[in-house]
């Protein structure tokens, strides 16, 4: 079996991001850009198949400009076994990334597709959801532990009130989630070696791929700055200010 | 335009995630639909139908959608 795992370059997550002074968008200039820690998630996960005997090949696949070769390489070096880039300088939305992984998956008949529940920059939550949607595959989203037997997935999921386990047939989509599992971090024979793996670079026109945007981002704005505390003088103040201002107490 | 509202439910009672999504759809304004999928909804349906600004529920019960999976 071929697992994909699609994953998204975003800003490190352990950068403060700073919103551009036109509030257009987010700072990306001279920002340590890595893999979706999400994403990443799905890499341990598909290597893990693999060493487990499940999964034969692993494929990272990212929607992207140049730049995203970098993390494609860093997935490399984490265990997977070859990357595929769709190379786009356009602004890539949820819906264009599905359609261009769908083309993706045509190609490679993947039994399993893992995507990170959502990147941290967009926080959308959609691709894996969209590219569901689009192929008929049979959807697990937020899987804290994936279980595979008679060409059959089972994956406990992540819901409101607790846990939810599904059983799906493959071909099938997994997002995961946070506590599906902790990746390792890439040793440095295995960077070497990920410098020689192959890494195939797509266009969406080849792909026959329409990835125009259908979302247009009008401002981008910093949270709100938390005002300052006071110290109040009194009890009585303290009261009064719970009752009229904070209206905690009535 | 026509809005509709998919209910947020556990099939016994509604959720407020689901009021919370009527009240956005009254801002937007026009007829405001919602859809009630699950199994043994009827509680449900009359809860959604008591909430003022509700032009139409439409109900969908079957067994099938007990756990309302993404793909029914």
Known sequence: MKVIVPVKRVVDYNVKVRVKPDNTGVDLSNVKMSVNPFCEIGIEEAVRLKEAGVAEEVIAVSVGSTACQEQLRTCLALGADRAILVETEADAQPLGIARALVAVQEREQAGMVIFGKQSIDGDNSQTGQMFAALTGMPQATFASEITIADGKAQVLREIDGGMQTISVSLPAVVTTDLRLNEPRYASLPNIMKAKKKPLDVLTPDELGVDMAPTVEVLKVEAPAERAAGIKVESVEQLVDKLKNEAKVIL | ?72
Request: proline share 1%; hydrophobic share 50%; charged share 15%.
């Open chain 2, 1 to 72: 335009m026509s809005i509709l509202v998919i209910a947020e439910h556990d099939n016994n009672d509604n959720k407020s995630a689901t009021l919370v999504t009527i009240a956005a759809a009254q801002a937007i304004g026009g007829d405001i639909d919602v859809l009630v999928a699950g199994s043994g909804v009827d509680g449900v349906a009359s809860q959604v139908a008591a909430v003022p600004g509700v032009n139409k529920v439409l109900v969908a019960d079957n067994a099938a959608y007990e756990h309302q999976l993404a793909e029914n």
